[in-house]
T-cell receptor, first 114, second 111 residues
Framework: DQQVKQNSPSLSVQEGRISILNCDYT??????FLWYKKYPAEGPTFLIS?????DKNEDGRFTVFLNKSAKHLSLHIVPSQPGDSAVYFC?????????????FGEGTQLTVNP | SQTIHQWPATLVQPVGSPLSLECTVE??????LYWYRQAAGRGLQLLFY??????ISSEVPQNLSASRPQDRQFILSSKKLLLSDSGFYLC??????????FGSGTQLSVL
């Protein structure tokens, strides 16, 4: 049972344009969502998060949008840079029931072309 | 500042051999510790987590085990590796931040 799904295994965009990475979840108990970025042969690094009481959180070039009714969140990167090329993982937790144990999606490989 | 050490970085083991991967955290006390695995082309799967010394919870039945002999040490083991144990293993920690901080990972190839 895949509770967090990233349906696009890969995404390719031009430098300077917007990258939009999508994530869907099924567990209505999830109340905290995070995005991680991973380079090859390295551990994931935290990028940005959002609580279910918000619908948007912005940090520099990165913005996460949460649509609770659709159980959907997205990560917008604008403008995209070649250094953003990495695998992006969406993650979710149900803090009231499982603490900080995160459920991850399958990841989306973003390639930003110069 | 807190740091997490995970070793080795790469490991090639024959089927049926034992496994021991070690993870240590510095600069924090009583962290929650986690082992994740990323199989080829797959997402991150939680294998084990620990909220304290000797306290291990397993998320999925498997050929692996985990132990936490000290507050900041987390060990992933197997008595006999299977081909399906190949993957990228990640140790992670957190202390009340709701964010996981990952180690650099171990690429395990079982041949």
């Amino acid at each position: 049972d895949q509770q967090v799904k990233q349906n696009s295994p890969s995404l390719s965009v031009q430098e300077g344009r917007i990258s939009i990475l999508n994530c869907d979840y099924t567990n209505s108990m999830f109340d905290y969502f995070l995005w991680y970025k991973k380079y090859p042969a390295e551990g994931p690094t935290f990028l940005i998060s959002i609580s279910s009481i918000k619908d948007k959180n912005e940090d520099g070039r990165f913005t996460v949008f949460l649509n609770k009714s659709a159980k959907h969140l997205s990560l917008h990167i604008v403008p995209s840079q070649p250094g953003d090329s990495a695998v992006y993982f969406c993650a979710a937790s149900a803090r009231k029931t499982s603490g900080s144990r995160l459920t991850f999606g399958e990841g989306t490989q973003l390639t930003v072309n110069p | 500042s807190q740091t997490i050490h995970q070793w080795p970085a790469t490991l090639v083991q024959p089927v049926g051999s034992p496994l021991s991967l070690e993870c240590t955290v510095e600069g924090t006390s009583n962290p929650n510790l986690y082992w994740y695995r990323q199989a080829a082309g797959r997402g991150l799967q939680l294998l084990f987590y620990s909220v304290g010394i000797g306290q291990i919870s397993s998320e999925v039945p498997q050929n692996l085990s985990a132990s936490r002999p000290q507050d900041r040490q987390f060990i992933l083991s197997s008595k006999k590796l299977l081909l399906s144990d190949s993957g990228f293993y990640l140790c992670a920690w957190e202390v009340g931040s709701e964010k996981l901080f990952f180690g650099s990972g171990t690429q395990l190839s079982v041949l």
